[in-house]
């Protein structure tokens, strides 16, 4: 998460309580997220609004992907030439 998103959603759990993020966790689409974070007086980048969609979609998925797996142990990626 980059330090602006998460500057951003300090912000809100600061304003709204910490189960504003509750709200947005059911969420499914990218669409859904970027209406409920106006409702909130929130308007993101498409960037930051594509950020965040990956962390909200991701949050149900705390398993790493091989390749991440492979990333975060200093093995070779299987793109790497040798």
Same mark, same amino acid.
Request: charged content about 30%; glycine content about 4%; aromatic content about 4%.
């Given at each position: 998460?980059? =330090?602006? *998103? #998460?500057?951003?959603? @300090?912000?809100?759990? #600061? !304003?709204?309580? !910490? ?6 966790? &059911? +969420? /499914? ?6 209406? #409920? *974070? !106006? #409702?909130?007086?929130?308007?993101? =980048? %498409?960037? &930051? &609004? ?8 991701? %949050?149900?998925?705390?398993? *790493? /992907?091989?390749?991440? &797996? +492979?990333?975060? =142990? ?6 790497? @030439?040798?």
């Amino acid at each position: 998460m980059t =330090s602006e *998103l #998460q500057k951003i959603f @300090k912000d809100c759990e #600061q !304003k709204y309580g !910490k189960s504003w993020i509750n709200d947005i966790m &059911l +969420l /499914t689409t990218k669409e859904e997220l970027d209406n #409920q *974070l !106006k #409702q909130h007086e929130l308007i993101l =980048s %498409a960037e &930051l &609004l594509d950020e965040a969609f990956n962390l909200l979609i991701n %949050a149900g998925n705390p398993e *790493l /992907t091989d390749d991440e &797996l +492979l990333t975060v =142990s200093g093995g070779v990626h299987r793109d790497d @030439k040798p």
